[in-house]
T-cell receptor
Framework: DTAVSQTPKYLVTQMGNDKSIKCEQN?????MYWYKQDSKKFLKIMFS???????INETVPNRFSPKSPDKAHLNLHINSLELGDSAVYFC??????????????????FGPGTRLTVL | DQQVKQNSPSLSVQEGRISILNCDYT??????FLWYKKYPAEGPTFLIS?????DKNEDGRFTVFLNKSAKHLSLHIVPSQPGDSAVYFC??????????FGTGTSLTVIP
């Protein structure tokens, strides 16, 4: 059973189109994330949701809109796609754990990635 | 502003030898550090971690060392095996529970 799954795995589309990438986790985690891996292989966080609520929203164009219908799903919708949106997008999930000094985020489990190519 | 840096984009090591992957960070408020391994066409998978209160954590062939005064983290793999060939990312978590990833080091273990 795949812990974190993403669909589609590959997405090729024209500039100006609107597309969605879906993410589902079956780990029972409270927190989900979207990362963009750019051409420099840098994994940059885009969004983080905890129990369906947005908790991190980095500087991302508002053409990108995350939607969390329930805590097991975090979908990424992109409007008016641009060439610079071409990248691999990773979804991840994690669970908070309680330590001596407070609450920490446990390790993240990543999906296989979605390679988006905008032509 | 990149707070976690892996200055070596690639590394080649002979099978059986030690692989040392390095990571530097700038934020002294980072509380927890992790290493991830990534094969082509797959997402990163967790490898090993270390809390800021420790300076060493070992798991089988993998050992992570933390030097807080130097803000430096390293992953040692001994002995290296061809199956270890992958991209390795270091990551750090701050007190706000945000993850910061390095840019990755591609390790090739030569049989």
């Amino acid at each position: 059973d795949t812990a974190v799954s993403q669909t589609p795995k590959y997405l090729v589309t024209q500039m100006g189109n609107d597309k969605s990438i879906k993410c589902e986790q079956n780990l029972g985690h409270d927190t989900m994330y979207w990362y963009k891996q750019d051409s420099k292989k840098f994994l940059k966080i885009m969004f983080s949701y905890n129990n369906k609520e947005l908790i991190i929203n980095e500087t991302v164009p508002n053409r990108f809109s995350p939607k969390s219908p329930d805590k097991a799903h975090l979908n990424l919708h992109i409007n008016s796609l641009e060439l610079g949106d071409s990248a691999v997008y990773f979804c991840a999930s994690s669970q908070e754990v309680h330590g001596l000094a407070g609450r920490y985020t446990d390790t993240q489990y990543f999906g296989p990635g979605t390679r988006l190519t905008v032509l | 502003d990149q707070q976690v840096k892996q200055n070596s984009p690639s590394l080649s090591v002979q099978e059986g030898r030690i692989s040392i992957l390095n990571c530097d960070y700038t934020n002294s408020m980072f509380d927890y550090f992790l290493w991830y391994k990534k094969y082509p066409a797959e997402g990163p998978t967790f490898l090993i971690s270390i809390s800021s209160i420790k300076d060493k954590n070992e798991d089988g062939r993998f050992t992570v060392f933390l030097n807080k005064s130097a803000k430096h983290l390293s992953l040692h793999i001994v002995p290296s095996q061809p199956g270890d060939s992958a991209v390795y990312f270091c990551a750090a978590i701050n007190l706000g529970n945000q993850f910061y990833f390095g840019t990755g080091t591609s390790l090739t273990v030569i049989p």
